[in-house]
């Protein structure tokens, strides 16, 4: 069981075609608004595998202002890259390629006005050495802003599939845990002042195709379940009318 109905967290934005219809949140709109992003900041943007957020945020920035983008695979880096160059950006991003476990060593001291934390917290070895290496890059008053699933984040959706494989509960990883058990905690370690912020997207299938749709571009796609959630979704609608789930993710604020 993957921790994420999306192939990222943001995938809905980004031209997931069967998902993106039955949106009714704007999740980029909601991220950005929590930064307070102004034209002429400095972003640093840890982790950016989500590459339409990372445009996103060049964008908000203006040509005063710009965004380095972290990430440790060459791939994504070099996808947003090109991305930046068809949108005009490309002067607005700087490149980083690097393991976020190695971030206290390549950031200049109060250098940020905000930050940005993705997915790929989940992946550090040392989360407090990663959170002080954020908080120590930032400006007096700048603001970090992260986020991911909380544990309930799309449970419909996850026990429909867990009954495909015959089992009665969910599990749990690192990626639906960290935010509460990790993310949180060293926040509050690292920073004077922590605000919690929930975000929840309601998603509405009517139809066993959509619904089928959906899932096959999703992480939690499973080849080997294939013919198996056809026949479950197709069952289901026979009996209820629509499916419904929702994006249930938690946002952490901190400002130093």
């Known amino acids: 069981m993957t921790e994420s109905f999306y192939r990222n967290i943001a995938a809905l934005q980004q031209g997931s075609t ?4 039955h949106e009714r949140v704007d999740f980029n709109t909601w991220v950005i608004n929590q930064l307070e992003v102004r034209q002429g900041d400095s972003v640093l943007n840890v982790g950016c595998g ?4 990372t445009l996103t945020l060049a964008q908000a920035v203006g040509y005063e202002g710009h965004v380095l983008a972290i990430d440790r695979s060459y791939t994504v880096l070099q996808a947003l890259s090109q991305t930046s160059q068809k949108n005009g950006l490309e002067q607005r991003i700087r490149f980083l390629y690097l393991h976020l476990d190695d971030l206290g060593g390549h950031l200049r001291r109060e250098d940020f006005d ?18 002080r290496a954020v908080h120590q890059a930032l400006k007096p008053g700048g603001i970090f ?18 009954a495909l ?10 990626a639906l845990l960290f935010i509460e058990r990790i993310g949180l905690p060293c926040a509050r370690d690292v920073f004077p002042q922590v605000e919690v912020i929930p975000f929840e997207n309601p998603l509405r299938f009517d139809s066993a195709a959509d619904f089928y749709a959906c ?3 999703s992480r939690l796609y ?24 929702s994006q249930r993710l938690i946002g952490v604020r901190a400002i130093k």
């Open 18 to 21: 069967a998902c993106a219809e």
């Open 50 to 53: 989500t590459v339409f957020q």
């Open 114 to 131: 905000r930050a940005l934390g993705t997915r790929a917290l989940y992946h550090v070895r040392q989360p407090q050495e990663v959170f």
């Open 145 to 162: 802003f992260f986020y991911g699933p909380s544990r309930k984040d799309l449970a419909e959706l996850r026990l429909f599939q867990a």
């Open 165 to 174: 494989h015959h089992e009665a509960s969910l599990q749990e990883n690192r």
């Open 215 to 217: 899932w096959r571009e």
């Open 222 to 245: 499973d080849e080997t379940l294939e013919q198996e959630f056809q026949q479950a979704a197709v069952s289901h609608f026979q009996s209820h009318p629509v499916f419904e789930t």
